[in-house]
């Protein structure tokens, strides 16, 4: 008998015997009943342990239950409790009980959604989210949706969307022809654009040298009596949410300049855009219907597991001829075919969480979950700044708080002290000149007591220090 057909032998037994998805399942639950309360960033000895998985690359198979079992007791303690109540790093989304539980199905149906053919209960879901996102966000109703890994290539997506329509209104087929001798095209941002933008504007050729900065206010927002001349060459993006400050550009001004002048307008709205969603917050997002594409995140605001981003665009032939692929053994149908609205062909069928996500919470429970999120923003604004020797920085208009201390060797050392408690997490940042300390509430469990907690940890670490 060869060594494979041992394997399979093997892959049937724990088939049949599940023995390993009951474990797997018990340790997911091991660790839903602790991650609330316990340290919220790994500590030194289980940061150690994480080198026990440096071995060379085993010459033969295991158990898959000693699989299993070491990556959970090495694993698990090193993990970094952004599922948890007090992660303020980043901007990192919690994950919604019933999302988690979705996930574990559709990692058992390991569904690929490039094509209807290949699964049709993928197809469909895309279908639905993409009709219920454009209703939340008020987006035309030729809106289409690419369901991606997350904000990073949903920028991409739009971006390279945009390059595609410019251009072939100017008779140059970008996927034919390329980039070396095309008509010139302009990006024009603010200079508080994110990283990832900066990113795709490498990637699709354009230069981050020949980007048109555009000066921002105070809390990061786009100036607009800085605006240069827009024309038919133009891509301008925006932002909904600086990651920073969280403050957002003035959509509906910008967008009917752009519109006027031809150009095409792209909205990064990583976790902003879902300020839209929010009865008391909608102000934020106005006029963001006058952009041409947009890009969100499942994974942070709305608090679907990672990995999970989507484009939105307007304009669909732009962004299907944009991300384009054909192969003779290729089965498109009069349906979804969820490959010609992102960059892979393959993927994983990521629309089951945040389809489940959707469902659950409904337009009520989006709502009300979000503006929870600014509301807790808000109570650590006013604690933080209750506390001697703390003051906040930007406005919080959403979920973002900026905290500084007297001085930026204090600022950092403070936060590194906070980071050391373990008690809540948030990293630094610099703002107008000056060090900071970011917190990003962007979690559903996050309640008011968890933000007295946090405050507290940050006083606490304060006095240590001073
Ligand atoms: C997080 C973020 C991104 C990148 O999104 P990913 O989902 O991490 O790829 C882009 N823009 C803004 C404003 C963000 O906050």
Request: proline share 2%; glycine share 8%; hydrophobic share 40%.
């Amino acid at each position: 008998m060869s060594s494979t057909s041992l394997v399979q032998n093997q892959m049937y037994k724990e088939v049949d015997e599940k023995i390993i998805f009951e474990k797997a399942s018990q340790f997911a639950k091991e660790y839903l009943e602790s991650v609330f309360e316990r340290n919220v960033y790994p500590t030194e000895e289980a940061l150690f342990d994480l080198g026990k998985f440096d071995e060379s690359m085993p010459q033969n198979s295991s158990k898959a239950n000693d699989v299993l079992d070491f990556l959970n007791q090495i694993g698990s303690p090193a993990t970094v409790a952004t599922t948890g109540a007090r992660y303020f790093g980043f901007v990192s989304g919690g994950a919604i009980p019933v999302s988690l539980a979705a996930k574990v199905i559709s990692t058992f149906w390991d569904q690929a959604p490039a094509m209807h053919v290949l699964s049709p209960i993928g197809s469909v879901l895309e279908t639905v989210v993409e009709k219920w996102l454009k209703e939340i966000f008020n987006l035309p109703a030729s809106t289409v949706a690419g369901f991606v890994s997350g904000t990073s290539t949903a920028n991409f997506c739009g971006l390279a969307a945009a390059r595609f329509r410019l251009l072939s209104n100017l008779n140059w087929n970008i996927n034919d022809k390329g980039l070396f001798n095309a008509p010139q095209l302009r990006i024009v941002t603010g200079k508080h654009a994110h990283s990832t933008i900066l990113k795709a504007i490498g990637l699709l050729g354009f230069g981050k040298e020949n980007i048109e900065w555009v000066d921002v206010d105070a809390q990061g927002k786009l100036e607009l009596n800085n605006l240069p001349q827009l024309d038919d060459r133009t891509i301008l993006i925006l932002q909904a949410g600086n990651v920073n400050s969280g403050s957002f550009d003035n959509f509906s001004e910008l967008c009917t300049i752009a519109k006027k002048a031809g150009s095409w307008v792209h909205i990064d709205g990583a976790f902003g855009l879902w300020a839209g969603a929010v009865d008391k917050l909608k102000h934020l997002t106005k006029g963001i219907e006058g952009a041409n594409s947009w890009a969100v995140d499942g994974h942070k605001t709305l608090n679907t597991p990672y990995d999970c981003g989507i484009v939105l665009c307007k304009d669909e032939d732009a962004i299907k001829s944009a991300l384009h692929m054909a192969g003779s053994y290729i089965v498109t149908s009069d349906k979804r075919d969820g490959m010609f609205y992102t960059p892979e062909m393959s993927r994983r069928a990521r629309v089951i969480e945040l389809w489940a996500t959707m469902k659950y919470l409904g337009k009520k429970g989006i709502d009300e979950m979000i503006l929870e999120m600014h509301k807790r923003a808000v109570q650590f604004s006013t604690e933080i700044m209750e506390v001697e020797g703390f003051s906040v920085l930007n406005d919080v208009v959403f979920n973002q708080v900026l905290v500084s201390c007297a001085d930026d060797d204090l600022t950092d050392k403070v936060m590194k002290r906070v980071q050391e408690l373990r008690e809540c997490w948030a990293g630094g940042s610099v703002w107008n000149g000056k060090k900071v300390i970011r917190i990003s509430v962007c979690s559903w469990a996050t309640t008011a007591s968890d933000i007295t907690r946090s405050v507290n940890s940050f006083k606490h670490a304060l006095n240590e220090i001073s």
